[in-house]
């Protein structure tokens, strides 16, 4: 089960218990936010996109952020394609609504943190599931989802 596999990767880092789960879904920002009780830009989503012929990319950003195309496009090189649901699972080994980026073994996945995430003291990625998450600072979540850069590549509602 794919929260396990988070629960594992959390092991390394000694903070398998700040995981919570949920009896109502937490699949949509909407529904996260509800069932953790902050602001929906509080969640944070993991978007998962194609990296060239045979890579993922997962970008984890605020809630109420949006891709920006051309941001995308500077930073990556390539047009922002999201991946199917199938793909993200096969890259991640979440299915989507609980697709995060711990516990990712996979090579081909490059993970990234937005600069919208910044705004805010913690904010709350799921755990693998569509009922699941965990409360992290920004520098937590960069740390325990072992990204590898921070991008500026949202637009934030205005």
């Known amino acids: 089960m794919s929260i396990e596999k988070v ?13 919570m789960e949920f009896e109502v879904s937490s699949a949509t920002v909407e529904l996260a936010a509800q069932a ?14 194609k990296d060239g012929d ?13 891709i920006d195309n ?23 080994g979440h299915a989507v609504g ?21 705004r805010f003291t913690s904010v709350f990625p799921a755990c693998g599931t569509s009922a699941s998450a965990a409360e992290f600072t920004p520098d937590e979540l960069y740390k325990y989802s072992e990204a590898i ?5 949202s637009k934030l509602p205005e």
């Open 98 to 118: 609980g697709v995060c980026a711990f516990g990712i073994d996979n090579p081909k996945v490059r993970i990234f943190c937005d600069e919208s995430l910044k």
């Open 70 to 92: 051309r941001k995308f496009k500077d930073t990556f090189h390539h047009k922002a394609s999201m991946l199917s649901p199938d793909e993200a699972l096969a890259f991640t």
């Open 7 to 19: 629960r594992e990767h959390f092991k390394k880092y000694g903070i398998e218990d700040r995981i």
């Open 54 to 66: 045979d890579g993922c990319i997962l970008i984890q950003m605020a809630g109420d952020a949006r």
């Open 149 to 153: 850069g921070w991008v500026d590549i």
């Open 36 to 49: 953790v009780g902050v602001e929906g830009a509080r969640i944070c989503k993991t978007m998962s996109f």
